[in-house]
């Protein structure tokens, strides 16, 4: 999966509670995002970053942050969980474009 | 794995013949192109891409047709295998951020 890591792979947690998912990426590459699949909707853009501090909203980004402090890691973060965020979550990394985008194996989290 | 695909279109091929897939994208000006293919349980993997100034390119056994006057996109799968059996995704952007937009998918179930 082009080095790309997630972390955790699945996750349960209680609605209202923050939760912080991790992609790790050894590419090296300048560009990483954030997807949520959902049933019916394919993927949908949450946030991306476009080098280390610089991130931007995506089209769906209400109820989510994101950090990226090095430029192997992108953080999303869900301050304060939903069931609407129950969701498959996936990370990706691209050179500057147009170019294709690798994808990560996903993050299944469930709000409860 | 997820079920990612609970009300998608189904296109079932027997094995050996050739496969055909849709996608209507949404934005005149995106410039470039991409289908994914994804299986269960897996991120998208890159297929192939197209970029707006060419109508036909071709990959191993794949080729996608872009059609700009109506916002067609198709994939076409040469003597479909087993393997072949998954979730298509187009995806579409239009700008170097390569922030693509996802069309709902396909799934292609290849019957032997």
């Known amino acids: 999966d082009a080095g790309i890591t997630q972390s955790p792979r699945h996750k349960v947690t209680e609605t209202g509670t923050p939760v912080t998912l991790r992609c790790h990426q050894t590419e090296n590459h300048r560009y990483m995002y954030w997807y949520r699949q959902d049933p019916g909707h394919g993927l949908r853009l949450i946030h991306y970053s476009y080098g280390v501090k610089d991130t931007d909203k995506g089209e769906v980004s209400d109820g989510y942050s994101v950090s990226r402090s090095k430029t192997e890691d992108f953080l999303l973060t869900l301050e304060s969980a939903t069931s609407s965020q129950t969701s498959v979550y996936f990370c990706?990394?691209?050179?500057?474009?147009?170019?294709?985008?690798?994808f990560g194996q996903g993050t299944r989290l469930t709000v409860v | 794995g997820e079920s990612v695909g609970l009300h998608l279109p189904t296109l079932s091929v027997q094995e050996g013949d050739n496969s055909i897939i849709n996608c209507a994208y949404s934005?005149?000006?995106?410039?470039?192109f991409i289908w994914y293919k994804q299986e269960s349980g897996k991120g998208p993997q890159f297929i192939i891409d197209i970029r707006s100034n060419m109508d036909k390119r071709q990959g191993q056994r794949v080729t996608v047709l872009l059609n700009k006057t109506v916002k067609h996109l198709s994939l076409q799968i040469a003597a479909t295998q087993p393997g072949d059996s998954a979730v298509y995704f187009c995806?579409?952007?239009?700008?170097?951020?390569?922030?693509?937009?996802f069309g709902s998918g396909t799934k292609l179930n290849v019957k032997p």
């Open positions: 934005n005149s000006a995106s410039d470039y």
């Open positions: 995806a579409e952007t239009l700008d170097n951020f390569n922030k693509f937009y």
């Open positions: 990706a990394i691209s050179a500057p474009g147009p170019t294709e985008a690798f």
